[in-house]
């Protein structure tokens, strides 16, 4: 989405680095990391969960992870065996940045994002735990 307005709530700081970790609510009232785990965009950490002070993300990180087990079972994304796996990657950055956000701006733009399975891949997304 680009150029719309996202809610951004915190659910907890590093200390050491100040960095916030939360989740993000669509303009639609979707959570986005939801609404990724639940296409198979993105996969759950092994560990999430798993802080010892944590334990306030639990209903969370289970409601994701029933997510993650329907994403499964209907192959979306990442679980799509169709492709043996295999996710390929094509980006190119717009010429003009700016210019690309105005003629964008308040439109969805349909993609799709593809990472070989042999490319480690991190997708460091507040909310995605």
Known sequence: MVGKEVQFNILYTVAA???EYGLITLP??????????SEG???L????????D???????VEKLRIFEDQARSAQKGVWN??????IDVKYEPPENPQAFL???????IDGKLHIPPEVPARTNLPGVL
């Open 17 to 19: 680095t100040t960095r």
């Open 28 to 37: 639609d009232g979707r959570s986005l990391v939801e609404t990724l785990v």
């Open 41 to 43: 965009i993105v996969k």
């Open 45 to 52: 950490r092994d560990d999430a969960g798993k802080r010892d």
């Open 54 to 60: 944590q334990t306030e993300n639990d209903t969370l």
């Open 81 to 86: 065996t169709s492709d043996d796996g295999q």
């Open 102 to 108: 105005e003629e964008h701006k308040e439109h969805e």
